[in-house]
């Protein structure tokens, strides 16, 4: 029996995703991205604190605690952020796609469309509490549920696609294994 899968690309999984991007291959943008947030926050927060403090007017204190709270809580949430923004930029196009893996390629439909992804392009395996991802060569990857599994295992998968890709799984999850 030939082992398949299915993803529903739902809040979850596009959190998980975010936090995959901000360890791998969007690592040094996510992080800037972040880090930006929080250090304009505080900037923001101090500038506020030290014109309360000198006892300014009210409405320009809120003038840079608004926006400073603001940034911090960008920066501190920012995989939930773009996560929830992402779900809702897909909004009614958000769909699944129902993965089987056959001897050469990881076939991925989407309703009767078929895209075919040969295991030589993968460049990772990776590993979290939801999903496998499969990073390919062309930049993109494949979100793999751990749930959906049919006619194997987890680590029934784990060893095909090593074998399969030549790669070992790496463990990426909030969780130690």
Not at 3 to 32: C, E, S, W
Request: hydrophobic residues 40%; proline residues 2%; contains cysteine.
């Amino acid at each position: 029996m030939q082992m398949t899968t299915k993803t529903v690309y739902d809040y979850p999984h596009m959190l998980d995703l975010q936090r995959i991007a901000g360890k791998t291959f969007a690592k040094k943008n996510m992080n800037k991205k972040r880090t930006m947030g929080m250090i304009w926050g505080v900037v923001m927060l101090v500038m506020d604190a030290m014109m309360a403090i000198r006892g300014n007017q009210p409405m320009w204190t809120a003038l840079f605690a608004i926006p400073g709270i603001l940034l911090l809580g960008y920066g501190l949430f920012f995989y939930q952020i773009t996560a929830r923004t992402t779900c809702k930029a897909m909004g009614s196009t958000l769909q699944s796609n129902e993965f089987e893996f056959e001897d050469e390629v990881v076939a991925a439909w989407r309703g009767d469309e078929c895209t075919e992804y040969p295991y030589t392009e993968c460049t990772q395996l990776l590993e979290t509490e939801l999903a496998f991802y499969m990073l390919l060569t062309s930049g993109g990857g494949l979100i793999l549920d751990k749930k959906n599994i049919g006619g194997g295992t987890e680590a029934e998968l784990v060893s095909f696609l090593e074998e399969k890709t030549g790669k070992t799984m790496t463990w990426m999850g909030n969780k130690a294994k």
